[in-house]
């Protein structure tokens, strides 16, 4: 793998690896476990890669990449289960190229990575307990999707780490979200400057600055919101009600989104 592509061969693949693939225009990548065999374990909303349950999803979905309709006789049947799914590697890439999640990164490496959901600064654990923690999940459940706080990469980073975000009212794990969050708040925090500067280069720089100030913050590996959840802990909790994920609320946007 490259400093700037994590990028790899089917062949250097083993179980336990963090893997994902960029959807349609780099819009979204979706994130799952390699189990060997072939498989991938991933999360998923009711069957799809990702959705909010909002007007939101008539943009999402033109990068979701089309489906054979020929059902594959490997993969978990979209309508079956409770999100976590199961699925062959071709079905999982969907003709997209093979990425490789980084773990244990260094700052000037993740730093260097400007695009949220790549790498993290946390450490793996043992690959024959990532793989042990995506089988359990995908016969007991990983609790409900949320877009924000609980995605497919929030899934795969808590199956390398065991690590869970203890306050469910802010951010989750996932890099994707961060940045998504991080680009609107780097602009509304740079826009000060216009009043005491003409300079559109330092209102950039500062634009800059404050994007990767919040991705490093929020990074798995530097927060100190977060626990050590073991799996069977995890769906204890969220069968009894004492974790919860809300459904995110956006039906302000307009409906006319196509």
């Known amino acids: 793998m490259g400093l700037l592509s994590n990028r790899i061969d089917r062949s250097s693949l083993k179980p336990g690896d963090h893997i994902y693939s960029w959807r349609t225009a780099y819009i979204y990548a979706h994130h799952g476990i390699y189990v060997g065999d072939d498989k991938v374990v991933h999360f998923t909303r009711r069957g799809q890669e990702v959705g909010t349950g909002t007007v939101l999803d008539h943009i999402l979905v033109s990068s979701i990449p089309n489906r054979s309709p020929i059902p594959c006789s490997i993969c978990t049947p979209p309508s079956d289960g409770h999100g976590v799914v199961s ?68 899934f795969a980073i808590y199956c390398k780490t065991g690590l869970l975000v203890v306050d469910q009212s802010t951010m989750g794990q996932s890099g994707q979200a961060v940045s998504i969050i991080g680009g609107p708040l780097a ?19 500062t634009a800059v600055g404050v994007y990767c100030a919040s991705r490093y913050a929020a990074d798995i590996g530097m927060r100190r919101d977060v626990m050590k959840v073991s799996v069977e802990d995890l769906t204890t909790r969220i069968t009894t009600g004492l974790l919860q994920v809300v459904q995110p609320s956006l039906t302000a946007l307009p409906a006319t989104v196509s």
């Open 87 to 154: 699925s062959c590697l071709d079905c999982f890439l969907a003709g997209g190229i093979l990425y490789r999640f980084e773990y244990a990164v260094t700052p000037s490496i993740f730093l260097a990575k400007a695009r949220g959901g790549t790498c993290t600064l946390a450490v793996s654990d043992a690959d024959d307990t990532v793989v042990h923690r995506a089988n359990y999940l995908l016969t007991n459940g990983f609790g409900l999707y949320n877009v924000f706080k609980n995605n497919c990469e929030d």
């Open 187 to 205: 602009a509304v925090m740079s826009t000060p400057l216009r009043l005491v500067t003409t300079n559109v280069y330092g209102i950039v720089v």
